[in-house]
Structures are given as structure tokens and as C-alpha cells.
């Protein structure tokens, strides 16, 4: 997870009095680690960057331990530390002490090394008495600003960079991580936002918990502290993978997340009919991801489940509703977890528990336990090859891995090999993203949330954002884009309620919602696939609107590299580097640029307006808006082009507009509601929402070089193929009619003695 820099580093370690100095050297900054042993805690170590005064990055941290039958923190004065020897071993500095209280004794060993511009300081030992070490605050700092990164998450929180620097220092940042490959601990811990604001805490550190023996194990940590005036030098890289680049179809597909089903044999009929009506409005992309409950009736007993929830009319119900979403033409993924286990399984034995620091099995909830993941990832393989090989499904989604941080699924078991280490659960949980199933070829999906250790070992994932209330929080695009776009399809940045951290009111879940409008923007913002709203909460506009807005946009921003992010403020575009030392970025108004020709605009601001210019028209961005422009003339937009805001997409094939409550002539169509066009050779099929009063075509917008005879104009009710010829009055290339709420579809079309009946 080493930091890639970007020129070439010169480092040394030298001696002053009792002092340690390790200096890198790099043309755009000299930093010194000054490290000095007098208390034996990282309060010990300071950073000067380019001769500025010292800052301490670690105040108040060290190693916690539990000795005298107590916890004491790590610093503590009633622990007695005592340097035994400070030296200089090669590039290396070696400091060991010795810890009493009582009559206990611990002993430790801190190595500092320089890798490029990051100090490396291992620390061991402690013979199973350390508890975890506190990354403590910063203290000393000139003008600090702490940046949280979206998607760098460890559990329910993440780490933050540092910005500080004085007027002839303008900018340098700081990362401060444990480095979690080669940790012995039983889990990181981070922060919560205020905590880190107020206390100027970069990281919060890492707990080592007692096995069911009692014991702990042996201390062994690495601590990363990068310095850097490039904000990509401090974030960590990726571990290394194959990634699973998108197929074309996946690329394509915008998700829908089916709720959870209640029991009753009308349960798939009743998703069935959803997704047959979601067919009727052309909505032909999608991914329909399914809950745990098709395996259960509410006892939560679906992992290792190969049959249909009895409830629900049980495995030929299931298999039969499979088969007609396929049908459809929609991917189906099947939903399978491996995290944990009912009492009521079939499978179920006690020794298939994982074990809590107490010995006991560690319940995940009532009547369910957390399953040892060395058996979950043994028995993944198989199970997911019977599951697709016995039921139709494009996919399989795996909730419940990528989603939690790796020691969420720990076993403190003492006679588990790595018991008691979230290095064990995370090599585990990477066994069990990879699992494929034998023989098939569609994509294997994971719930997201702690997604970016897993970054490649799955085809995509739910892009669920962490934090108190991540739609709050600028829109800092880099790491998603930079690291994580090319690895996964990420969909979505969890449900609206995750991503706004609270219920939205019945009454603002509509189409034209401000809720829905900033969800939008930030999956857009963010380059991942929309993820369809709730039909049952939402209405079908919302779904509607979801779909022709992002998808058109999909094939053009997923797997693409980006080849430039600008964020903006005051009527200026800066470079990311800039934008965060400048606080621009705060703003969340950012500029995308990917290299199929996309052009991505985006504002997020909760308040002001932003006004861009594209193909010489303004374009006003409302707070919650976007813009977006690709090639073959593609436009897409939420925003106002100088008539008041509207929605509206344009492709080769189709046209949706919204005109939000008010009469406006938009493109082709002079509307009061929303609509979608598709256009054909000869027929144009238009699908009227919420329209009130009559809907106006310009037929020259799609056959603007043809002598047009007299046309005529269908209706389609949804249930029935079979169109009525309705009245319709033309003006020149104009058609008007008003839209009946019986009909869901209408055709303009030829003459029926030049085409079939009905075509």
C-alpha cells in the first residue's frame, strides 16, 4: 500500500546529540523526521518541511498495552518507559525499550526507515500485552485542513489527509495509515468526523483483542507517514489484482436493487409485473439484483440455501420467475452470502461458528452466527457453481464481504491458524470475491461500502458511500476515478437514504425531488451506473427519469480513463492539487473529462448556482445539478438553458425531457410533464408522464429531410399490442394531441395503406 511517487527521492539518516534525523530529499520538498527517544511515545517523533518549525503528527499516540491488570493509554505516566538503546543500523534507526508497571515487563522494538518520501516505523513486541497503538493528533501546524477522502474507508469511518502550509510553503499534504497487509492487529480503528476535526486526528489506529485463550497476539505494526506536495504521492495504492474489465453489457446495465419480498406466492408475480412494466418503458438495460429473502421467509436462513423460500412458492417458483426475467432480456443476479449462519440450517454445527474474544460463537444476529471464513471460503466455490448451474441468472451478487471491513468477520478462535487477525479474514474474504462459478461467464457482484481493498476481484460493485452524511460532503471524485474506475463497475453511492444519511420524507420522494436531483448528480459526479429508485417509495417518474438521464451516458464513462478533473469556484477551474490546498474543492462543483470525448459537469454545491457554457449556449447549474456533452451529439442534462430548469437527454435513438410543471417547448416537444421519444426510420414512439394538456412533436427535429403524407397516430394501452387510431391535429411539421390516461404509448407513423396495421 506504499504511496507511487512521482520523481525521483534522496534519502539519508544522520545523528544530532541524542536526535535521529531521516531526510528525503526530493526537488519539490526536503522533509527531516526528527526523532528524538525521550518518552516512548510517537510524540517522540516531528516533521520539518523545508526548515519550518516542527510539527508533531502523532501527539499523544504510541502503543496502549494492558499491564497490572489494567489498560493504560499511550502515554500514560504511570508506565515507566525506559530507552535501552537508540542506534543507526544501516538505513535503518533502532530504538528499543522497556516498558514496566508493576511487576510487568514489556519489551519493544521501533524501527524507522525511509521508502521514498514516506517514514516507515515498525513496531513489535510487547509479548501479547499491547492492546493497539493510538496514531494520536496533530499539534504545531501552520493553517491544517483535513481532507476526507471519499471511498478510502476502513469500517464505518476512513483516515483523513492533512493540507497545511504557510505563505512561502503554500501547500504540502500529509497521510498518516497503518499499513494493513502486514498487520497482526485484530482490527483499525478510525475516527468519526467531528472527533477528527476537533482534535486534529489524521487516523485513529489499530486494537489487538484476546483470542478465546486469552491471549493476544504479539504486536507487529507499520506505520506510513507520507509527506508530499502531490496529493496522489499520499494516498495508498491498491493491493495488486487482475481486474475484471466491464463487458459491453455490464457497461450498459443500470441497476435495480430489488427490495425485500414479503412472503406469499404473489411475491415474484408481483416483481415480475415491475420489471414487465419497466419493459413497456423501454427500459431495456437492466441488472436486477435480488434480496436474501427469495432463500428464506424471514428466519434469515440463506446461506448454503438451494431452494426457494417455501413462503414464496418455493424452488419452481423461483426457477419459473428466473426464467421470465430472463425472458425479458434482463440480467438477473442471484443473491448469496457466505457471512453467516442460521441455527436452522440444514448445514448448521457449532464448530461452523466463528468465536468472539469471549469464546463464545459470535452471534451476527438472533438465531444467526458469524461462519469461520476459512469454511465460507472453502464451501463458496461449489455452492455458487450449483446455484447458477441450477437456476437462469446473469449473475451472482455477494452481499455482506466487500461491504464490512475485513475484521468484521474475525475468529478469535485460538486453535484458528491466524486467529484473532483481520489478515486472516481479509485473505479469506478475497478468496470468497473471487470465487467464480464453474462453467458460466456472467459477472460475479458485491455489495460495496469497504469495496476499495477489493478493488478487481469482483466485475462490479454497489458503491455505497461511508460516512455521517456522505451526500453532504464535497464531491472529491479523484480516488474513485483515478484508482477505482478502471478496476469495477461501481453503481449507485448506496440508497438515497444511505447516501443522505436519514429517511427522506414521504413527500420529497417524487421526480422533481432536490433529494433525487443531488443522488443523480453525485452517481454521475462519481463516474458509476445509476441505480434505479424504489418504485414502492418513489414514483415511476423518478425510475424513469433515473434511467434516461445516466444511461445514455454509461458506455462513455464506465472503464473509461478520465484525462482531466477540475473542480471550480468564482468563475475559475483549478487542477486537484490546487483545489484542495485552496479549499475550491469544497465547493463540489467539478469538471470531468473522459477520453471517449465525454465532457461531465457537476455542481454539488448546497446553495449556489454555476454557470458553464456548452456548444455556445449557458447553461445554469442549479445546487444538485449536472451537464454533460459526448460525442455524435450527445446532451444530457439537469439545468436551466435560459428557460428555467429542466431535465433532458438526447441520443442517436431517444429523447426524455422533463419540463418540471411548466408548459415549454424543449427540442422536439412542447410539453407540461415529462416524455420519452424513441425514433425510428418511419415511427416515432412517444411515452407521455404526468403530462397535463396537450403534448406538441416537431417532426422535423427527427425526419427533417422528408416530404411527410399525411401521418397517423396510434395508442397502446399496456396491456394490449393491439393500437387504436386516435385524433390528432397538425400544423405544418407540428403534431398535437392530448395524451388520455388510458393509453401508455402512442405512434406517429405512415399511412396505413404504406405500412402494415399497426407499424
Not at 531521516?22 to 526537488?27: G, K, V
Not at 471519499?150 to 476512513?158: K, M, N, V
Not at 461491504?403 to 484473532?420: C, I, K, Q, R, T
Not at 469556484?569 to 473522459?594: C, F, H, I, M, P
Request: aromatic share 8%; net charge negative; glycine share 10%.
Amino acid at each position: 500500500m506504499f504511496p507511487i511517487e512521482g520523481e525521483e527521492v534522496h534519502a539519508s539518516v544522520t545523528r544530532d546529540g541524542i536526535s535521529c534525523i531521516l531526510e528525503s530529499r526530493a526537488d519539490s520538498a526536503v522533509v527531516r523526521f526528527v526523532y528524538t527517544p525521550i518518552d516512548g511515545t510517537l510524540a517522540d517523533l516531528e516533521v520539518e518541511i523545508n526548515s519550518a518549525d516542527p510539527v508533531k503528527l502523532a501527539d499523544e499516540g504510541g502503543v496502549t498495552v494492558e499491564m497490572n491488570g489494567r489498560a493504560w493509554s499511550a502515554s500514560d505516566e504511570e508506565v515507566e518507559r525506559r530507552l535501552v538503546s537508540c542506534e543507526i543500523v544501516g538505513d535503518s534507526v533502532e530504538a528499543r525499550w522497556s516498558w514496566r508497571c508493576g511487576e510487568e515487563v514489556a519489551d519493544f522494538l521501533y524501527r524507522l526507515s525511509l521508502s521514498g518520501k514516506t517514514l516507515v516505523v515498525e513496531l513489535s513486541g510487547g509479548q501479547g500485552r499491547a492492546t493497539g497503538i493510538d496514531l494520536g493528533r496533530v499539534t504545531g501546524c501552520l493553517h491544517p485542513r483535513l481532507i476526507a477522502v471519499p471511498y478510502l474507508t476502513l469500517g464505518e469511518g476512513g483516515p483523513s489527509i492533512l493540507c497545511t502550509g504557510a505563505s512561502r510553503d503554500p501547500h504540502v499534504f500529509v497521510s498518516s495509515l497503518l499499513d494493513w497487509s502486514g498487520s497482526r492487529a485484530s482490527a483499525l480503528t478510525v475516527p468519526t468526523g467531528s472527533e477528527a476535526r476537533q482534535l486534529l486526528r489524521l487516523n485513529g489506529g489499530c486494537s489487538y483483542l484476546t483470542k478465546s485463550d486469552g491471549r493476544r497476539n504479539h504486536l507487529h505494526e507499520r506505520w506510513l507517514l507520507t509527506v508530499s506536495r502531490q496529493f496522489e504521492e499520499v494516498l495508498p495504492a491498491l493491493p495488486e489484482a487482475d481486474p475484471l474489465p466491464p463487458t459491453p453489457e455490464l457497461a450498459a446495465s443500470v441497476w435495480y436493487n430489488v427490495p425485500s419480498l414479503t412472503p406469499g406466492e404473489e411475491s415474484y408475480i408481483e416483481i415480475y409485473e415491475r420489471l414487465r412494466g419497466f419493459k413497456q418503458w423501454g427500459l431495456d438495460k437492466l441488472l436486477v439484483n435480488h434480496p436474501a429473502d427469495t432463500w428464506h421467509d424471514g428466519d434469515g436462513n440463506a446461506t448454503l440455501t438451494l431452494a426457494g423460500a417455501p413462503a414464496k412458492g418455493g424452488d419452481d417458483a423461483l426457477s419459473e420467475y428466473l426464467e421470465a426475467v430472463a425472458e425479458l432480456g434482463y440480467a438477473a443476479g442471484v443473491y448469496l452470502s457466505f457471512r453467516e449462519i442460521a441455527s436452522a440450517n440444514p448445514h448448521w454445527s457449532v464448530s461452523m461458528a466463528a468465536l468472539g474474544p469471549d469464546g463464545k460463537p459470535a452471534v451476527t444476529k438472533p438465531g444467526r452466527y458469524l461462519l469461520k471464513a476459512e469454511r465460507a471460503a472453502a464451501l463458496a466455490p461449489a455452492h455458487l457453481s450449483a446455484v447458477t448451474g441450477r437456476y437462469r441468472s446473469g449473475a451472482v451478487y455477494l452481499a455482506g464481504h466487500a461491504s464490512l471491513a475485513p475484521w468484521a468477520h474475525n475468529d478469535y478462535d485460538a486453535s484458528v491458524e491466524g486467529a484473532g487477525s483481520f489478515q486472516t479474514s481479509y485473505r479469506w474474504q478475497q478468496e470468497i470475491l473471487r470465487s467464480r462459478a464453474a462453467g458460466s461467464a456472467g459477472p460475479v457482484l458485491a455489495e460495496g461500502g469497504n469495496h476499495w481493498i477489493y478493488a478487481g476481484l469482483v466485475h462490479g460493485v454497489f458503491a455505497r458511500q461511508i460516512g455521517e452524511k456522505p451526500a453532504w460532503g464535497p464531491f472529491l471524485v479523484d480516488f474513485d476515478l483515478r484508482h477505482l474506475h478502471l478496476r469495477q463497475v461501481s453503481a449507485g453511492v448506496g440508497s438515497p437514504e444511505e447516501f443522505f444519511g436519514e429517511e427522506i420524507p414521504p413527500g420529497d420522494k417524487h421526480s422533481r425531488s432536490p433529494y433525487l436531483d443531488r443522488y443523480l448528480t453525485a452517481t454521475l459526479a462519481y463516474g458509476h451506473a445509476a441505480v434505479l429508485p424504489d418504485p414502492a417509495e418513489w414514483d415511476l417518474a423518478a425510475v424513469v427519469k433515473t434511467y434516461y438521464l445516466l444511461a445514455p451516458l454509461q458506455p462513455l464513462v464506465i472503464g473509461v480513463p478520465v484525462t482531466s478533473i477540475r473542480y471550480h469556484r468564482d468563475g475559475k477551474l483549478a487542477e486537484t492539487n490546487e483545489a484542495l490546498q485552496s479549499g475550491t474543492y469544497e465547493a463540489s462543483q467539478v469538471q470531468v473529462t473522459y477520453q471517449s470525448g465525454l465532457q461531465v459537469w457537476a455542481n454539488g454545491h448546497r446553495t449556489e448556482p454555476w454557470t458553464v457554457t456548452c456548444g455556445e449556449v449557458p447553461y445554469v447549474l442549479p445546487p444538485g445539478s449536472f451537464l454533460a456533452q459526448g460525442p455524435g451529439g450527445l446532451l444530457v442534462y439537469s439545468a436551466d438553458p435560459g428557460q428555467g430548469r429542466i431535465d433532458y437527454a438526447h441520443t442517436a435513438t431517444h429523447v426524455y425531457c422533463d419540463a418540471r410543471g411548466t408548459q415549454r417547448k424543449i427540442g422536439a416537444l412542447t410539453l407540461d410533464g415529462a416524455a420519452v421519444i424513441a425514433h425510428q426510420k418511419w415511427n416515432i414512439d412517444l411515452l407521455p408522464l404526468e403530462c397535463r394538456g396537450p403534448v406538441t412533436v416537431d417532426l422535423t427535429k427527427f425526419w427533417s429531410d422528408r416530404r411527410l403524407p399525411p401521418l397517423r397516430l396510434l395508442a397502446f394501452r399496456s396491456d394490449e399490442d393491439e393500437p387504436v387510431n386516435i385524433k390528432a391535429t397538425t400544423s405544418g411539421s407540428d403534431l398535437t394531441f392530448v395524451p388520455e390516461e388510458e393509453y401508455c404509448r402512442y405512434r406517429i407513423t405512415l399511412p396505413e395503406w404504406m405500412v402494415e396495421p399497426g407499424r
